[in-house]
């Protein structure tokens, strides 16, 4: 027998087991990640984990600068594999050797994984804060690619909370940066997330455009065809919804629903896709479906928000007619409100106090203007007595004069400036107040009580017939009252309708003769106001008539009369035949000093408009009077 090459064989092995051992052990964790990086790219995640198993294995990996950075990519792979629980404690645990690392780009990554995982878990403070953090890092990088990729981000985390304006500005900075670079990925979510935002907003034509752009890039992608068109599927049938083209939806329904059979489940566009199904089967009425989703969602912890998540699994139950389930689902909803209003509380209060700070240094910026203007007006006049005392030229003198009276007149201006703006801010401010008490009213309170009707409906104890009218009435008066806080729809009803239905609702909801019309006088038409002009009225009239209601005695009618002269000039008239009390004044135009009529003069002055309260024997009267041309 020849050993020759037996031996040869040892020879070799032993030579290679040396070279192996000879490797510095920073080099060879260099090749584990290489080695992983390249698997996870080509979805072979389990010879992945198989890899970073022998890295973490390795003698002395902890005390190499390599270890942070495969712990990031392993928790990377986590969120491939759906562990979120798992991959989110191992990216907090990279922080603190990120001081260390002088890699931008690692510092990008690990803090917008973080503030991904963040979002995932609805926890909005830290999710903005890490978003923030990685876009300050990729600014510094200078690397448009991620700069892109992060706009693209905040975009969604705007878009969950539905500031949709905040939503649209970071999908628009997205698509600038996007168009500069050649990461075609990037460029495809720009255009799918724009058009998702843009149909939201319901600027069809411009989701269009952005849509068919990502479906171009979607259709030339290889190996992830499946994923990317499946990405544009929100944006697809969110907009062809709007559209009411039931046909499309219908279509791309079924598209979908091929493709989610190449993708896992647990990926974000599947997620993605299986929550625009669920609202779509929703809207369409198909129940079932569509609580088939929420469900799977639930269970997974993942989607929508928990408190929509709840609801609308809740609205599913009550349309298929199983109602205990659907209040103990709004009931969880309920209870998860709760949970998070001290911490919503928090938030509010910290955004008030930024804008607070902000109208203070606008306030100091302002004023400082003033006094800067204030001093050239002096020393423009300082500057004319001068030439009349030394006996200059007559046209110098009126130069000087008239550059005084315009120093003058913009320190006026200014003045009457800023005070509008700062009324316009405090009515815009009241506005906001306005529509978060309705929905709080409405998605709180309101379906509170319904939950509690459901509930009596399905309780097997007696309950009085004058409890149950008493929780119908108090459920009635709530919506209402939701209703009435809302904002009219200035832009599909005029005016004078919204005034006549006013009118009309609060004349059976208080029992008395409530009556409106418009009046013409000469020539005059009947014009449409400019929606803010519009909007001011209806809330002076609603505060008018609520102060009447409130405050008079012996009321047994009240007119509301809008009056168009030519000019664009306009009267309001609100006449009652009320008793007034001690808190109105009825002499030389004073008004109350109580917050709401405060606010009518506010609201008064922010459209040019000037009030009077008129006491007369039998009669009171309210009268505004207001030009609409300086409101365009």
Same mark, same amino acid.
């Given at each position: 027998?020849?050993? #020759?090459?037996?031996?040869?064989?040892?020879?070799?092995?032993?030579?290679?087991?040396?070279?192996?051992?000879?490797?510095?052990?920073?080099?060879? @964790?260099?090749?584990?990640?290489?080695?992983?990086?390249?698997?996870?790219?080509?979805? #072979?995640?389990?010879?992945?984990?198989?890899?970073?198993?022998?890295?973490? &294995?390795?003698?002395?990996?902890?005390?190499?600068?390599?270890?942070?950075?495969?712990?990031?990519?392993?928790?990377?792979?986590?969120?491939?594999?759906?562990?979120?629980?798992?991959?989110?404690?191992?990216?907090?645990?990279?922080?603190?050797?990120?001081? +260390?690392?002088?890699?931008?780009?690692?510092?990008?990554?690990?803090?917008?994984?973080?503030?991904?995982?963040?979002?995932?878990?609805?926890? %909005?403070?830290?999710?903005?804060?890490?978003?923030?953090?990685?876009?300050?890092?990729? @600014?510094?990088?200078?690397?448009?690619?991620?700069? &892109?990729?992060?706009? %693209?981000?905040?975009?969604?985390?705007?878009?969950?909370?539905?500031?949709?304006?905040?939503?649209?500005?970071?999908? %628009?900075?997205?698509?600038?940066?996007?168009?500069?670079?050649?990461?075609?990925?990037?460029?495809?979510?720009?255009?799918?997330?724009?058009?998702?935002?843009?149909?939201?907003?319901?600027?069809?034509?411009?989701?269009?455009?952005?849509?068919?752009?990502?479906?171009?890039?979607?259709?030339?992608?290889?190996?992830?065809?499946?994923?990317?068109?499946?990405?544009?599927?929100?944006?697809?049938?969110?907009?062809?919804?709007?559209?009411?083209?039931?046909?499309?939806?219908?279509?791309?329904?079924?598209?979908?629903?091929?493709? @989610?059979?190449?993708?896992?489940?647990?990926?974000?566009?599947?997620?993605?896709?299986?929550?625009?199904?669920?609202?779509?089967?929703?809207?369409?009425?198909?129940?079932?479906?569509?609580?088939?989703?929420?469900?799977?969602?639930?269970?997974?912890?993942?989607?929508?928000?928990?408190?929509?998540?709840?609801?609308?699994?809740?609205?599913?139950?009550?349309?298929?007619?199983?109602?205990?389930?659907?209040?103990?689902?709004?009931?969880?909803?309920?209870?998860?409100?709760?949970?998070?209003?001290?911490?919503?509380?928090?938030?509010?209060?910290?955004?008030?106090?930024?804008?607070?700070?902000?109208?203070?240094?606008?306030?100091?910026?302002?004023?400082?203007?003033?006094?800067?203007?204030?001093?050239?007006?002096?020393?423009?006049?300082? &500057?004319?007595?001068?030439?009349?005392?030394?006996?200059?030229?007559?046209?110098?003198?009126?130069?000087?004069?008239?550059?005084?009276?315009?120093?003058? +007149?913009?320190?006026?201006?200014?003045?009457?400036?800023?005070?509008?703006?700062?009324?316009?801010?405090?009515?815009?401010?009241?506005?906001?107040?306005?529509?978060?008490?309705?929905?709080?009213?409405?998605?709180?309170?309101?379906?509170?009580?319904?939950?509690?009707?459901?509930?009596?409906?399905?309780?097997?104890?007696?309950?009085?017939?004058?409890?149950?009218?008493?929780?119908?009435?108090?459920?009635?008066?709530?919506?209402?009252?939701?209703?009435?806080?809302?904002?009219?729809?200035?832009?599909? @009803?005029?005016?004078?309708?919204?005034?006549?239905?006013?009118?009309?609702?609060?004349?059976?909801?208080?029992?008395?003769?409530?009556?409106?019309?418009?009046?013409?006088?000469?020539?005059?038409?009947?014009? +449409?106001?400019?929606?803010?002009?519009?909007?001011?009225?209806?809330?002076?009239?609603?505060?008018?008539?609520?102060?009447?209601?409130?405050?008079?005695?012996?009321?047994?009618?009240?007119?509301?009369?809008?009056?168009?002269?030519?000019?664009?000039?306009?009267?309001?008239?609100?006449?009652?035949?009320?008793?007034?009390?001690? %808190?109105?004044?009825?002499?030389?135009?004073?008004?109350?000093?109580?917050?709401?009529?405060?606010?009518?003069?506010?609201?008064?002055?922010?459209?040019?408009?000037?009030?009077?309260?008129?006491?007369?024997?039998?009669?009171?009267?309210?009268?505004?009077?207001?030009?609409?041309?300086?409101?365009?």
């Amino acid at each position: 027998m020849n050993l #020759k090459p037996f031996y040869l064989f040892l020879i070799f092995l032993s030579i290679t087991i040396s070279h192996v051992k000879a490797i510095p052990t920073d080099t060879l @964790l260099t090749q584990f990640y290489t080695r992983a990086a390249k698997l996870m790219e080509i979805g #072979k995640y389990d010879d992945a984990q198989a890899t970073f198993d022998s890295a973490f &294995a390795t003698k002395g990996v902890k005390q190499s600068p390599v270890y942070p950075v495969l712990l990031n990519e392993q928790a990377t792979l986590l969120v491939y594999l759906g562990k979120n629980e798992e991959a989110f404690e191992m990216k907090k645990s990279v922080l603190p050797y990120l001081p +260390k690392t002088t890699d931008l780009e690692k510092h990008i990554s690990v803090y917008n994984d973080l503030a991904i995982l963040y979002r995932q878990r609805h926890i %909005n403070d830290s999710t903005l804060y890490y978003y923030n953090k990685a876009l300050e890092a990729a @600014l510094q990088y200078k690397d448009e690619s991620w700069i &892109a990729h992060i706009y %693209n981000n905040l975009s969604v985390f705007y878009f969950n909370i539905r500031q949709l304006d905040e939503a649209e500005k970071y999908t %628009n900075l997205a698509i600038q940066y996007s168009t500069n670079i050649n990461d075609t990925f990037v460029q495809f979510s720009s255009w799918q997330l724009n058009a998702a935002i843009k149909s939201e907003l319901n600027k069809l034509k411009e989701a269009e455009t952005s849509i068919r752009k990502a479906w171009s890039i979607a259709c030339q992608a290889d190996d992830n065809a499946a994923t990317w068109k499946i990405r544009c599927m929100p944006s697809l049938l969110r907009m062809f919804e709007r559209k009411e083209q039931s046909d499309s939806v219908e279509y791309y329904l079924q598209m979908g629903n091929q493709l @989610l059979k190449n993708i896992p489940l647990h990926s974000i566009p599947a997620i993605g896709f299986i929550q625009i199904r669920a609202a779509t089967e929703l809207n369409r009425g198909n129940y079932r479906q569509a609580l088939k989703d929420y469900l799977w969602l639930r269970e997974k912890n993942i989607g929508s928000e928990p408190k929509t998540l709840l609801t609308q699994i809740a609205q599913c139950y009550h349309a298929i007619g199983k109602n205990e389930l659907a209040y103990a689902y709004m009931d969880s909803a309920r209870m998860w409100t709760d949970t998070l209003a001290q911490h919503n509380l928090t938030q509010q209060m910290a955004e008030f106090n930024v804008k607070y700070q902000t109208q203070e240094k606008e306030l100091q910026i302002t004023h400082l203007q003033q006094e800067k203007l204030a001093s050239q007006a002096a020393f423009l006049k300082m &500057a004319i007595c001068a030439g009349c005392l030394l006996v200059l030229a007559i046209m110098g003198v009126v130069i000087l004069y008239y550059k005084k009276r315009a120093t003058e +007149k913009e320190v006026k201006l200014l003045k009457k400036q800023k005070e509008l703006e700062s009324t316009q801010r405090y009515i815009e401010g009241l506005e906001e107040e306005c529509k978060f008490f309705a929905k709080e009213l409405h998605d709180g309170i309101a379906n509170d009580l319904l939950g509690i009707q459901m509930k009596l409906a399905f309780s097997n104890e007696p309950i009085s017939q004058q409890v149950t009218e008493m929780i119908k009435k108090v459920h009635h008066d709530v919506r209402t009252i939701s209703h009435e806080l809302m904002p009219p729809e200035f832009e599909q @009803l005029s005016l004078n309708d919204i005034l006549e239905h006013y009118a009309q609702t609060q004349s059976q909801n208080n029992q008395l003769d409530i009556c409106f019309q418009a009046i013409t006088t000469d020539d005059a038409k009947i014009e +449409k106001l400019p929606s803010r002009t519009s909007r001011e009225v209806y809330r002076i009239v609603q505060e008018v008539t609520s102060n009447i209601l409130k405050y008079a005695t012996g009321v047994t009618h009240i007119d509301i009369a809008l009056v168009y002269h030519t000019n664009r000039e306009y009267e309001l008239k609100i006449t009652d035949n009320g008793k007034q009390q001690n %808190n109105v004044s009825n002499s030389n135009n004073k008004t109350t000093q109580g917050i709401g009529l405060r606010t009518v003069a506010d609201r008064a002055k922010s459209i040019g408009g000037t009030i009077e309260f008129r006491t007369m024997e039998g009669y009171n009267q309210f009268y505004l009077s207001f030009n609409s041309k300086q409101n365009e």
